[in-house]
C-alpha cells in the first residue's frame, strides 16, 4: 500500500479494446492526476505487467479467452491483498458472479458499463482506499 499523498493505481483488464480506451477516459476524466491508470487486453500482458507492479483497484472482464476473471482475480489478490477487483460482465451467469465475490471482489458492473455506474463503484473504492491509507499513515506516524 502506497502513502497517502501518492496517486492510486487503476489497472483495466478486458479483452475488447473499444471497452479499455472507454474506461480510461472516464477514469482520467473523473480522478484525473489523483491516478495512474495502466491498461491491458490480455491476462498474459497483465501478469507480465503485475509481476514487476502492483496496483490498488483492478477493472477486470469475467470473461476472456486466455484466462477468466476469477483466476485474474486470485492473481492480483496474491501479489497485493489489499488490491480492490470489480469486475466487468457482460455474458456471465451469476454464479460467476457470485464466484467472483467470494474470492474477494469488491463489486462488478455490467457491460455495456454505464458511466454513472462506473463513477459510483469506482469512487466508492477511491474513498476506501483513501481511508486505509489515512488509518495507515497515522497508525505508523504515532509509533
Known sequence: MLTAGQPLRIAILDDDPAQVRMIR?????SLGDTVSVESFESPDEFDRWLSQNCCDLLLTDIEMPEMDGVEVLRMAKSRNA????????????SDRVIESL???ASDYLVKPVQTAALNEVVMQVVHRLRR????????????
Open 102 to 104: 467470494e474470492y474477494g
Open 25 to 29: 477516459k472516464l477514469l482520467s476524466f
Open 132 to 143: 486505509w491509507r489515512r488509518a495507515i499513515s497515522e497508525t505508523l506516524a504515532a509509533r
Open 82 to 93: 489489499w488490491t480492490q477487483v470489480v469486475m466487468l460482465t457482460g455474458a456471465s451467469t
